[in-house]
C-alpha cells in the first residue's frame, strides 16, 4: 500500500537553483496536505528527453512529468499514440483561470480513441524576444530611437550600420547573432517566425497541410531568403551554423554579437540572478545590476512586411500524466496541486520570468504588472499584443518535423550548399508532405 502512495516525478532541472528549491517546497507541501510520498527526479534538458522516450516506449514512464521541450517534441506524439493518460477530469474544472492560446496545446487528438482530449496541462509559456546592447549601439553612434520598425529596415540597421560602425572603431563584433544550426531548437523557431512574418499558414486548424497554396509557398520563399540573408551578408558569427541552443546567448553576453533573438529573457534573468548571489562580489554584482537596468533590452520583432504587427509564436511548457504510469491517480493528485494558484505561481516567478505565466492570476501579479522591472514589461506587453499556436498544435506529425528540423535543414541548403531559396522551398515542402501525409 505504501508503494501505491508513492508518485514519480520527473523534472527539467531549473535554470537557477530557486527554480529547484521552489518545486521541491511544492512537493513537500503536497506531501504534508496529502500523505503522499513524491519521488522527485530533476534531469537536464536533453536527458529529460531522453530518459521519457525510452521509459514510454518501454512501458514504465513516471507518474507525472514536465519539461521545457515536450510540447514541440513529444506531447502531441504521446497523445495521439495513446500514451497519455486523458486528465479532462483535472483540467475541465480550471478551464477558465487560463490564457488564452494556451490550453490549444494540450487538447489533443488521440488515435486509439477517436477523438481529441485534454492530455496534458499548460504550466508555463515562452515566445521568441529580441535583445540589443544598449551601450554598443550607442558606441555604434545610434540610439534607441533610430532602430526601424518596418522589416526590411530592421534587418539592414544591425547589419548595414551597426556592424560596419563597430568596426571602424576596431571591434570584431557582428551586428545580429542569428543560429542556422539543424541541432539547435532556436533556428525552427527563428525561421517559424519569419514565416509567420510573410503572413504563411503551413497547417488550419483541422490539420490539414497549406503549402500547396501558391501565397503560402511564396512566403516561405521569401521568409528562407530573408533569414539566410544575415549568414550571406557575414552578419552574424560563422560558427552559427554549428550553433546549440545556448550559443546564441554566449555570443551574445561576450559582446561578440550587438543583437540577438532569444525564446525567453533567460539572458537578462542571468544578471538579475548574478545580481542576487550571495557569494558573488560587491564589484560583480555592480556589473550585472549595470547590465540589467542600464546597458540591456528587451524589445519586439519589427512589424511585418505588409506593416501589420507580427504576431508572437508561443510555446506552452506541457506537464502530463502516462497513460501506463503505476501511480496514475497519484500522477493526477499532484498535478491539480501544482496548477493551484499558489504553487504554479511561485514556482514561474522563482524562474525570474524566464516562463510567463498560462494563468490570468499569474498573468495580473505586481511581479508582471507593476512596471518597474523594464524586461518583463516588454515581454508581457508582446504576450497582450497576440500569440498563436506552434503547427503541431493541429497536426501531431510537426513533432517529427521538429525533431528532425526540417526548417533548419532548409537554411543549410541555403547557406552551405548554395541552392536558391526557391529550390530550398520545393526541397523543404516536399519533406513536411512526406512526415504529415504519411499513413
Known amino acids: 500500500m505504501a508503494q501505491d502512495k508513492t508518485v514519480t516525478v520527473w523534472a527539467n532541472k531549473g535554470f537557477y537553483e530557486a527554480m529547484d528549491s521552489s518545486l521541491r517546497d511544492v512537493v513537500k507541501r503536497f506531501e504534508k496536505d496529502t500523505g503522499n510520498k513524491v519521488n522527485l527526479s530533476f534531469y537536464s534538458n536533453e536527458d529529460l528527453i531522453t530518459r521519457a522516450v525510452s521509459a514510454v516506449a518501454a512501458g514504465s514512464p513516471p507518474d507525472f512529468s514536465f519539461g521545457l521541450t515536450y510540447d514541440v517534441r513529444t506531447t502531441g506524439k504521446w497523445a495521439y499514440e495513446g500514451k497519455l493518460a486523458d486528465v479532462s477530469d483535472v483540467v475541465g474544472p480550471m478551464k477558465d483561470k487560463f490564457l488564452p492560446g494556451t490550453l490549444e496545446t494540450t487538447y489533443l487528438f488521440n488515435e486509439k480513441v477517436g477523438k481529441k482530449a485534454y492530455y496534458a496541462v499548460p504550466i508555463g509559456q515562452n515566445i521568441l524576444h529580441t535583445f540589443y546592447w544598449r551601450d554598443m549601439l550607442e558606441e555604434a553612434g545610434f540610439t534607441q530611437a533610430d532602430i526601424p520598425t518596418e522589416w526590411a529596415e530592421y534587418w539592414s540597421f544591425w547589419c548595414d550600420k551597426v556592424q560596419p560602425a563597430l568596426r571602424k572603431k576596431g571591434q570584431r563584433t557582428y551586428g545580429i547573432g542569428l543560429p542556422y544550426s539543424v541541432q539547435a531548437s532556436d533556428t525552427f523557431f ?25 501565397k503560402n509557398r511564396k512566403g516561405i520563399e521569401l521568409a528562407l531568403a530573408d533569414y539566410s540573408k544575415v549568414y550571406e551578408q557575414k552578419c552574424t558569427p560563422p560558427s552559427s551554423i554549428n550553433w546549440g541552443d545556448v550559443d546564441n546567448n554566449v555570443n551574445f553576453n561576450n559582446r561578440t554579437t550587438v543583437m540577438t533573438p532569444n525564446a525567453t529573457i533567460s539572458i537578462p534573468a542571468s544578471y538579475l540572478d548574478a545580481m542576487n548571489k550571495q557569494d558573488a562580489t560587491a564589484e560583480q554584482k555592480e556589473i550585472a545590476r549595470k547590465n540589467y537596468h542600464e546597458n540591456l533590452v528587451t524589445a519586439a520583432f519589427p512589424k511585418k512586411p505588409d506593416g501589420s504587427v507580427l504576431p508572437n509564436l508561443t510555446s506552452v511548457k506541457t506537464g502530463m500524466v502516462f497513460a501506463d504510469a503505476k501511480n496514475i491517480e497519484g500522477g493526477k493528485q499532484f498535478m491539480e496541486y501544482l496548477m493551484r494558484d499558489e504553487n504554479v505561481t511561485s514556482y514561474l516567478e522563482s524562474m525570474l520570468g524566464v516562463w510567463y505565466p498560462v494563468t490570468k492570476y499569474g498573468a495580473d501579479r505586481p511581479f508582471w504588472t507593476d512596471g518597474k522591472d523594464p524586461h518583463r ?30 526548417w533548419a535543414q532548409a537554411l543549410a541548403r541555403i547557406s552551405q550548399d548554395n541552392v536558391s531559396p526557391a529550390q530550398a522551398t520545393d526541397e523543404m515542402i516536399k519533406r513536411i508532405q512526406t512526415i504529415v501525409e504519411q499513413p
Open 190 to 214: 527563428g525561421l517559424l517566425t519569419f514565416l509567420n512574418a510573410h503572413n504563411v499558414q503551413v497547417v488550419d486548424e483541422d490539420g490539414k497541410l497549406l503549402l500547396d497554396d501558391p
Open 377 to 406: 514589461a516588454v515581454a508581457r506587453k508582446m504576450f497582450e499584443d497576440g500569440v498563436v499556436p506552434f503547427q503541431f498544435v493541429y497536426n501531431w506529425r510537426f513533432t517529427i518535423v521538429n525533431a528532425e528540423n526540417v
